[in-house]
Every structure is written in structure tokens, then in C-alpha cells.
């Protein structure tokens, strides 16, 4: 018979047409002969090979299907490689890893900017709540789902932490240290600010809180206050304090770092901190200003899966060498609920929100959009 090209084109639609159905279970590859058809047509240019076809009543074999490899378990990095929070993580791999009980198995991933929000955006879009995929992410993707400085659908509500790294903020001033209620009799503080949605604005929030004046200066150069907070804050005082500064109030009673300083609202009336709704916004951006990483896992995970990932942590907090970072970094690490306590505050009721949402607006810190 010529190898004419009309052939050739029945032939091509033929394979096309076999394969095409395979989707139906009446694949031309799941026949016998054809992988001897596909190797001569292959090998052999487009010419048919009658001995190779199938004969119409024989029955096709069972297809068997390749098992997939079960899927590890996988710690998402809501940051780049270079980041700090990827360090941490390279840091509680092998701890973790040890503690799942999987075969020393775990996965790395890393995604999104420093500030982390759209690491945490795309784990909120798309992991599972299977327990095979945990988050690590930085408090400045809380900071700024408080602020709305960016847009972010990741809420740590509907989480359940893990692990968390927290130092204190604290607030360092060159000069005689402010005393609460002094705006009208002083000039007020120049607060380094930087970025109009940045860690200085707990600062703010708690001077106004305890009536002292401040004002923000892009230039830290200009300024005679600076609030330190995150992973660099231990490391960047000593340089202050040769440069006149002191700590003069710090965001919380921590067990590492600072203690020297009072806590911020400290002179405030207690029925003040249990019930103004300005107080408790401040808790919450003071808690994701301090907030250095936190493990968690989507809330609706299987419990043998909670459960593992829990074993897990602990086994981070006993590692040494993260116990030597976060000393070395003036951090304290906790597990379980306390970590859930840590994260609790930033979790603003409604009327919280709604006065934070104000206070930015009276100051002009709005973002933009």
C-alpha cells in the first residue's frame, strides 16, 4: 500500500484519536500492541504495520495505575530566602522535622516579600486543613492587616499558633525622659518614623495615650526619640545608648531585654486598660510590632495532626541552637497556649478596629486607596 499523505493524516488522527479517548477508559495505549504501534510509528516515520493493530474481540487489560508518592509534611516561609524569617526557618527544620516523626522529612517553602503578606495571603488561599502544611510568618503581616496598609486576607484568628518569637518594642529618647501628661508644657518628641505604616506608630499611639506630644521626622538624624522593635532591636541599642539615648518605656513585661525601662501604659488607671477600646488597638499593634515569627497551623487540621505538629514544637524550643539565637536577639519562644495567648491580643474586637481606624485618620495616617 502507498505511504500516500492522506494515509499519513488518517493515521496521526487515529493516534490522536486513541489517546484522546483514553480519558474514557478506551485509551488506544491501554490495548495490547500498543506500545509495539507507538515505537513503530515512532521509529518508523508514519507508515501502518498491519501486524501491530488489535484484533477487534480481544479485551483490553487492566490498566493499573502508578501509586503517587505520599506527600511530606511542609513548612510555608511567607518571606524570600534571604530573609530573616528564613533563617529562623532553616533553623527549626531539623527540630521540626524530628519531632513530626515522618521520616526527617520537611519541605521548604519560601514565597513573597519581606514584609510577608503575600506569603500569607497564598497560604490562607490554598493550603489544605489536612496537617501537612504549617505557616511561618513575620508580625508584620498582622501590622499591617491592623493598619490597612496593605491588603491582606490572612487573619490570624483563623489559625492555630503554634510557636511564636516575640521581643519587646521599646522606646529609646536622647534628652530628659517625657513625663506623662506633659504635651502642653513640652515640645514634643521627634519620633524617627520612616515609612507612614511602620513600627512607630505604636510609639505614637502609646505617647498619645499618655499625653505626651510627638511628632514624626523622617530622618533619624532629626530626631531625639527612636522605637526599636524585631529581631535587631537588642543589637541596635548598644549604638543609641553610646549616642545619648536611654530606654524610656517598652511594650511589654518581657522575660528578655529592656528591663530597665517601664512598660508603656504603665501609669494608666487599670479600669483605663480594661476598657478603652484605643488601649486594646495599642495592645495589638504593639503585639505584631513585637511579634518576630510565629508557626501555625490552619485551624480545622485532623487532631492526630495538631498533635504532631505540637511534639514538634516543643522539640524547637528545647533546640540549642535557637535557644542561643534567641537570647543572643533578646527574644522569648513559646509553644502552645502561650503562643496563643501572644497572639491573642492582635485579634481586634470591632470597636478597637473602629478607634484605631480613627486615631490614623486624625494623625493623617491613612493608606492609600
Do not use: K
Given at each position: ?20 479517548g483514553g480519558l ?14 507507538v ?14 493493530a ?7 487489560p487492566?490498566?493499573l ?5 505520599e ?31 515522618q521520616g ?11 514584609d ?5 495571603n ?62 502642653a ?46 529581631p ?7 549604638g ?63 487532631a492526630?495532626?495538631i ?13 540549642d ?9 533578646a527574644?522569648?519562644?513559646?509553644a502552645?497556649?502561650?503562643a ?28 492609600p486607596?
Amino acid at each position: 500500500m502507498p505511504n500516500t499523505p492522506c494515509l499519513q493524516r488518517r493515521t496521526l488522527f487515529g493516534l490522536a484519536g486513541g489517546l484522546a479517548g483514553g480519558l474514557a477508559g478506551t485509551s488506544l495505549l491501554s490495548r495490547p500492541g500498543s506500545v509495539g504501534f507507538v515505537s513503530a510509528f515512532a521509529a518508523g516515520g508514519l507508515s501502518f504495520d498491519p501486524s501491530l493493530a488489535t484484533l477487534p474481540n480481544q479485551a483490553a487489560p487492566p490498566i493499573l495505575a502508578t501509586p503517587m508518592r505520599e506527600l511530606g509534611p511542609a513548612l510555608n516561609v511567607a518571606g524570600p530566602r534571604e530573609s530573616d524569617l528564613a533563617g529562623w526557618a532553616r533553623l527549626m527544620a531539623a527540630p521540626l522535622a524530628a519531632g513530626l516523626m515522618q521520616g526527617g522529612r520537611l519541605d521548604l517553602r519560601y514565597g513573597g516579600g519581606l514584609d510577608g503578606v503575600t506569603g500569607a495571603n497564598q497560604f490562607d488561599a490554598r493550603a489544605m486543613p489536612d496537617g501537612r502544611q504549617a505557616l511561618l510568618f513575620p508580625g508584620s503581616v498582622i501590622f499591617d492587616r491592623l493598619t490597612g496598609a496593605r491588603p491582606v486576607s490572612f487573619d490570624c484568628g483563623h489559625v492555630l499558633p503554634l510557636l511564636a518569637a516575640t521581643g519587646p518594642g521599646v522606646l529609646m529618647v536622647r534628652g530628659a525622659r517625657p513625663a506623662p501628661g506633659s504635651a502642653a508644657n513640652r515640645p514634643p518628641l521627634r519620633l524617627a518614623g520612616g515609612m507612614p505604616q511602620s513600627g512607630s506608630l505604636v510609639a505614637l499611639l502609646g505617647l498619645d495615650l499618655l499625653g505626651i506630644a510627638a511628632i514624626r521626622v523622617s530622618r533619624e538624624s532629626d530626631a531625639n526619640a527612636v522605637f526599636l522593635h524585631g529581631p535587631h532591636a537588642a543589637a541596635r541599642a548598644p549604638g543609641l545608648a553610646a549616642a545619648g539615648y536611654a530606654p524610656v518605656f517598652r511594650t511589654r513585661d518581657s522575660r528578655a531585654g529592656f528591663a530597665q525601662a517601664p512598660f508603656f501604659l504603665a501609669s494608666l488607671p487599670a479600669a483605663r486598660l480594661r476598657q478603652d477600646s484605643l488601649v486594646a488597638a495599642w495592645h495589638g499593634l504593639a503585639g505584631a510590632a513585637d511579634l518576630c515569627a510565629a508557626l501555625v497551623l490552619p485551624r480545622h487540621c485532623p487532631a492526630e495532626a495538631i498533635g504532631r505538629w505540637r511534639h514538634a514544637a516543643r522539640a524547637v524550643l528545647a533546640d540549642d541552637g535557637l535557644a542561643g539565637l534567641a537570647r543572643h536577639q533578646a527574644l522569648h519562644l513559646a509553644a502552645g497556649e502561650e503562643a496563643a495567648a501572644g497572639l491573642a491580643p492582635m485579634r481586634l474586637a470591632p470597636a478597637a478596629q473602629v478607634a484605631l481606624c480613627r486615631w490614623l485618620s486624625d494623625r493623617g495616617d491613612v493608606p492609600p486607596g
